[in-house]
């Protein structure tokens, strides 16, 4: 998919920290979804695109399937400091997504603090439609520091 300009509202309750958004299609919201997370680690604008990351995951539900998604992200950056600029996606089905990532390295110098996530777990998700007939998808993910 196209890149384009990442829409999403941040929560930051007492409770709660996360960031919810809506999305065109269900594959959007996965990509879309995914670059949020990061930007609420670092802002995703101080990111470049030069390395190159692939990604498998497959599930049997829309939850578990972002859950697994968005935590595998979280393991490029725990395992090799990776931070995805880029999403494109050339397989998605709702239970498996095949995709390559593009972004950087984290440089504290570059992109500043950066805030550590812990894993996503699917009953922190809240993921569907807006309205019967519209395909505007929506996701809400609660995010652990």
Do not use: C
């Not at 809506?22 to 990509?31: N, V």
């Not at 935590?71 to 990776?82: D, M």
């Not at 309205?131 to 809400?140: C, E, K, R, S, Y």
């Amino acid at each position: 998919m196209r890149e384009r300009a990442i829409d999403y509202q941040s929560i930051n309750q007492k409770a709660d920290r996360g960031f919810q958004l809506e999305a065109p299609s269900l594959e959007r919201l996965y990509i879309d979804s995914a670059l949020a997370m990061t930007d609420q680690q670092v802002k995703l604008t101080t990111i470049q695109g030069g390395e190159r990351f692939e990604v498998l995951v497959e599930s049997n539900t829309r939850e578990e399937l972002l859950a697994l998604w968005l935590n595998e992200i979280l393991q490029l950056f725990e395992n090799n400091k990776f931070l995805p600029r880029q999403i494109y996606f050339s397989q998605f089905n709702g239970t498996k997504i095949k995709a390559t990532l593009m972004g950087e390295t984290y440089n504290p110098i570059k992109h500043g603090h950066i805030t550590k996530l812990k894993s996503i777990l699917p009953e922190n998700l809240k993921l569907g439609t807006l309205n019967q007939g519209d395909n505007i998808f929506f996701a809400q993910v609660l995010l652990d520091k």
